[in-house]
Every structure is written in structure tokens, then in C-alpha cells.
């Protein structure tokens, strides 16, 4: 017989914690939900706060460049970046930011993100926003590409995908710019997919429009400045279809360009076949943009 709530011995129903993604209950010393897998340590730091934090989900195609990306964000937020400062919740929030910058640091870029959800690293920061003394908490993991994308191909392999977006207060949809601008399709029908997986979830009638924020991130616009100069046309011109769905699907889209390498080396070695891609310098750009426009409407 399946362990019901009305089976679980009294003991442990008084301790039971629901999880933060999925509101599965979990025993009070789970470190992972048994459901979706998220860690319940968000639950834990949560505790005292009134207001339970928002989720804010990072998505795109696998090597788009979202570990990059959100690592570089936590860092630039922690170090009190442009109208914000940020405060970790629970130490296990700064390995993400840590694991980024150190390997940069070193000149080489983070490795792929594992594929299961227990091996994901989860960001939990208390944002303060100076200019109109606002407190947000917010909650984002670092999801794998290739998850995301199986989660889309056949909805419900991923438990704790389909929870995040259908429960998230805002989504950067990052998309490989330098690729669509190369004029490869698949930036393009990856970012539709993606879309019409949140339309579909969401469950919104044709005639409504999803008004969830959604930042659409041009990713590596190094390799194509044109796309900070005009995101929109960029997209438009580029991303045809995902610029389409996104004008009769989503009420609340806006662009932007992002880049975080100023120069980069190519590299080979006798022990490897392939060319591994090597950042000389950091120089971020457009980083914090998307935040703050996902940030002024949570
Ligand atoms: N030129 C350029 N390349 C970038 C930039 N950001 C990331 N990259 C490249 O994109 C690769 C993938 O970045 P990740 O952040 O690991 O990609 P990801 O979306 O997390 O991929 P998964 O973990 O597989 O989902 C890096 O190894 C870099 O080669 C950028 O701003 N400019
Ligand atoms: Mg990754
Ligand atoms: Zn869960």
C-alpha cells in the first residue's frame, strides 16, 4: 500500500515539511524532496520569513551559457552591483557563484551542468533593491539544458521542471545569439519550444495572454554586438518565429543582450581531440539588465 498522509505514524506527521518547489511532505531530516528532488534546506531557511520567496527560473538550451550567466549575476549582485545588494540564505547558495568565478578565474569556463536534479546547485538570496528600499527573496536553480530540454520533448520526466515553471515569478529565457546569428534555426526552435511548454503548463485559454515576466537574454553577443544595439530588431530579424510566439503568447516579454568574455583563445592539446574554448578576460555586459527588469515587476 502507498504511504498516504493518514498511514504516516503521528511522530512523524507533526515534523513533516512540505517542499518548497513541489509541496510534497517530506521527514524533517530529508536533505532532497522524495518527489522532485529539490534540496529542503530551502525550506529550512526559509523558516522565519513572512513571505515565502519568489522562484525565478533560468532556461535555455543546453551550453547557451545559463551557469555562466547566473553565476556571473550572483556574483555581481553579492557585490553590490548597480541599485542591489544581495545576502546568500545558507551557505550552499554561493557554490554556484563560487564554482563560476573560480574557474574563471583560472581561465577556463565552469564544466555542463549534471543532468540529475539532485546535483543541481540552488541560489537562495534575500535581493535588496536600494533606490526604492524593497526586500525580495528569491530562489533560483542552476537546471541542466539537457534536462530541460527532455522535460519538454515528454512533459512530467522532470517533476520539479514542470513545478518551477508553472510556479515562477519571472523567467530569463536565455538564447544562443551567436548562433542564430550565424543563421542556424535552432536557437530559434529551441526558445519556441521552451515557450510553448510554459503556454501549455500554465494551462492559459487562447484568448489570454501568459503575463508571467519573461526576459528573452541574447547570449554571447560578443560574437555579434549588433544584438546590443537593438535586442528587439536583433530578435525580430533573427529569431523570427520565437519573436512571433512570444507577440501572440506571452503579454510581458522583453530583450536583451548579454556577454560576459571580452576575448577569448582556442586551444589544443595532445591528450584532446577537440578545441577547447579559452575566456582571457571577463568583461560583463548586459548582466544585470534582465534582473532588474524581472526584479521591478516581482
Ligand atoms: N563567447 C561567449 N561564450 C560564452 C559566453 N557564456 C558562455 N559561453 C560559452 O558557452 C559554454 C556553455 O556555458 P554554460 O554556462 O556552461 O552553459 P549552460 O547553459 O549552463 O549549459 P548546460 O549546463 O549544459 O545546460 C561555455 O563553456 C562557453 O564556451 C559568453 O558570454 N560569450
Ligand atoms: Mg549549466
Ligand atoms: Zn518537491
Redesign the pocket.
Known amino acids: 500500500m502507498s504511504e498516504t498522509y493518514a498511514t504516516v505514524p503521528q511522530a512523524r506527521i507533526g515534523v513533516a515539511v512540505n517542499c518548497m518547489i513541489c509541496g510534497t511532505p517530506n521527514g524533517p531530516d530529508a536533505p532532497q524532496c522524495r518527489q522532485c528532488l529539490a534540496p529542503m534546506a530551502l525550506v529550512h531557511d526559509a523558516g522565519a520569513q513572512e513571505a515565502p520567496p519568489a522562484l525565478v527560473s533560468i532556461i ?10 547566473l553565476g556571473f549575476l550572483l556574483d555581481m549582485l553579492s557585490q553590490r552591483a548597480g541599485d542591489f545588494e544581495a545576502i546568500p540564505r545558507g551557505a550552499y547558495s554561493i557554490d554556484l557563484q563560487q564554482t563560476v568565478i573560480s574557474h574563471m578565474a583560472a581561465r577556463a ?2 564544466p ?2 549534471p543532468m540529475e536534479a539532485d546535483r543541481w546547485l540552488w541560489a537562495y538570496y534575500q535581493v535588496h533593491q536600494r533606490s526604492a528600499d524593497r526586500w525580495v527573496d528569491l530562489v533560483m536553480p ?5 534536462s530541460l530540454a527532455a522535460e519538454v520533448a515528454s512533459p512530467r520526466t522532470f517533476r520539479v521542471i514542470r513545478d518551477l515553471l508553472t510556479r515562477s515569478a519571472g523567467s530569463l529565457l ?1 538564447i544562443d545569439a ?1 548562433l542564430a546569428a550565424n543563421g542556424s534555426p535552432q536557437p530559434d526552435f529551441f526558445g519556441m519550444k521552451m515557450l510553448s511548454y510554459i503556454d501549455s503548463m500554465r494551462g492559459a485559454r487562447r484568448d489570454q495572454r501568459i503575463d508571467t515576466p519573461t526576459a528573452v537574454v541574447l ?2 553577443a ?2 555579434c554586438p549588433e544584438a546590443f544595439d537593438d535586442p528587439r530588431r536583433f530578435a525580430e530579424a533573427n529569431l523570427n518565429r520565437l519573436w512571433n510566439l512570444c507577440l501572440s503568447r506571452f503579454s510581458n516579454v522583453e530583450f536583451f543582450a ?4 571580452g576575448s ?1 583563445a582556442y586551444g589544443t592539446s595532445a591528450r584532446q581531440e577537440f578545441v577547447s ?1 579559452i575566456p582571457l578576460h571577463t568583461a560583463l555586459r548586459g548582466i544585470l539588465e534582465p534582473f532588474q527588469w524581472i526584479i521591478d515587476q516581482v
Open positions: 535555455g538550451e543546453s551550453n547557451v551559457g545559463k551557469t555562466v550567466y569556463f565552469p555542463k551542468t542552476d537546471m541542466a539544458g539537457e536565455l551567436a547570449c554571447k560578443d560574437h548579454a556577454s560576459v568574455v577569448l574554448l
